[in-house]
């Protein structure tokens, strides 16, 4: 499998949605929440977000402020 920077992305998003209780774990089928993961997860995201500023594609950077977005909103929400 050739993992590129999307696969990359949606990786750690989903996994900080789980965290963060919003989908089931893949593994267990149950909603488990960490939020202490899950903010870990999302500072990841951002340092990655912080390192590749003008080296993404416009789709790469879209996805990336999209998921961070979506992960700040879900866990403002849980907190």
């Known amino acids: 499998m050739n993992i590129d920077f999307t696969i990359f992305t949606k990786m750690y998003y989903s996994q900080a949605m789980v965290y ?3 989908i089931e ?3 267990t089928n149950q909603i488990e929440k960490n939020l202490e993961q899950a ?7 951002e340092l990655i977000q912080e390192k590749t500023k003008g080296n993404l594609t416009p789709e790469e950077d879209i996805l990336l402020v999209e998921a961070l977005r979506q992960l700040k ?4 929400q849980e907190s």
């Open 20 to 22: 963060l209780g919003k």
């Open 39 to 45: 903010g870990i997860l999302i500072s990841i995201l």
């Open 25 to 27: 774990n893949p593994n």
């Open 73 to 76: 909103e879900a866990q403002i």
